[in-house]
């Protein structure tokens, strides 16, 4: 067998092969994967189911975190006096 008559053969052996496979549900195409893929990458998220108790636990946390802030914002903000005045009344506590 010929070299030539060798690379036809392969190329009717993988067509036929191809054919066959799209025609009998052998999978699906690469084409078809992507266009899939794409498809769920556009769809919008739906966001995470979170439990009431979950719900209440993040809202604490919040509040505990938005205290700390005030606190820490009236501590940047206030003169050097005043500061000093509550570090010393913390110590005595």
């Not at 009236?74 to 005043?82: F, L």
Request: charged share 35%; no cysteine; hydrophobic share 40%.
């Amino acid at each position: 067998m010929n070299p030539f008559e060798m690379v036809v053969m392969i190329v009717a052996i993988v067509t036929i092969g191809r054919v066959v496979s799209n025609r009998y549900g052998g999978g699906i195409s690469r084409r078809d994967a992507k266009r899939a893929a794409l498809a769920q990458m556009l769809q919008p998220r739906q966001p995470d189911a979170v439990s009431a108790e979950e719900a209440d636990r993040m809202k604490n946390e919040i509040r505990r975190l938005s205290d700390r802030l005030v606190v820490l914002e009236r501590i940047a903000t206030d003169p050097a006096k005043r500061l000093s005045d509550e570090i010393e009344s913390l110590k005595r506590d």
